[in-house]
């Protein structure tokens, strides 16, 4: 009965490699969003997706793109990874209007 | 310009003391405060929060107190527990009612049996 889940938990790849986050939420929520925590520890929001449709966009490199196919799932794909890259990726969900976030576990990418 | 901050990265109480956890802000814009705890290897669990018209809020052992004018809130936990060892966000939101919180760094708080 997880509330926001992540797969893969852990993710270790090559430099240049293309890889996928996935992020699902049980919540009934309709907002979506995506976080990196970097080496500094500080949690940076990234993507914000509601109903599918992207509401925050950062200054993310275009490497990284966001998927919703519905409002229960929003993925992460990237592109061409870089070291700096490594990093822990936060999934969370809310209801549309109000603050609170619910975070998944979290994905631990580490580019080589 | 970090607009969240948390200047103390680790605080040390013991078990029964209170504990008292700082975050400053900068933008006024912020209407809107919320405390998240993390374990390790987890991520951020929702603990409490503070909307700006309101200077307290408690929910049992934890109450969050907010002072709009110093650009301050605190988060207090009494009586402190071993099991609230972790890490403590603070974040704040209500910048054009994006849903976008901005986190603090965090501070590291072992509570000793």
Redesign the interface.
């Known amino acids: 009965d997880t509330a926001v889940s992540q797969t893969p938990k852990y993710l270790v790849t090559q430099m240049g490699n293309d890889k996928s986050i996935k992020c699902e939420q049980n919540l009934g929520h309709d907002t979506m969003y995506w976080y990196k925590q970097d080496s500094k520890k500080f949690l940076k929001i990234m993507f914000s997706y509601n109903n599918k449709e992207l509401i925050i966009n950062e200054t993310v490199p275009n490497r990284f793109s966001p998927k919703s196919p519905d409002k229960a799932h929003l993925n992460l794909h990237i592109n061409s990874l870089e070291l700096g890259d490594s990093a822990v990726y936060f999934c969370a969900s809310s209801l549309a209007g109000e603050e609170t976030q619910y975070f998944g576990p979290g994905t631990r990418l580490l580019v080589l | 310009d970090q607009q969240v901050k948390q200047n103390s990265p680790s605080l040390s109480v013991q078990e029964g003391r209170i504990s008292i956890l700082n975050c400053d802000y900068t933008n006024s814009m912020f209407d809107?405060f919320?405390w998240?705890k993390k374990y390790p290897?987890?991520?951020?669990?929702?603990l409490i929060?503070i909307s700006s018209i309101k200077d307290k809020n408690e929910d049992g052992r934890f109450t969050v107190f907010l002072n709009k004018s110093a650009k301050h809130l605190s988060l207090h936990i009494v009586p402190s527990q071993p099991g609230d060892s972790a890490?403590y966000?603070c974040a704040a939101?209500?910048l054009v009612?994006?849903?976008?919180?901005i986190?603090g760094?965090?501070t590291t708080l072992q509570v000793k049996p």
Not at chain 2, 41 to 46: I, L, M, N, Q, S
Not at chain 2, 97 to 101: A, H
């Open positions: 809107y919320l998240y290897a987890e991520g951020p669990t929702f929060s890490v966000f939101s209500g009612n994006t849903g976008k919180l986190f760094q965090g």
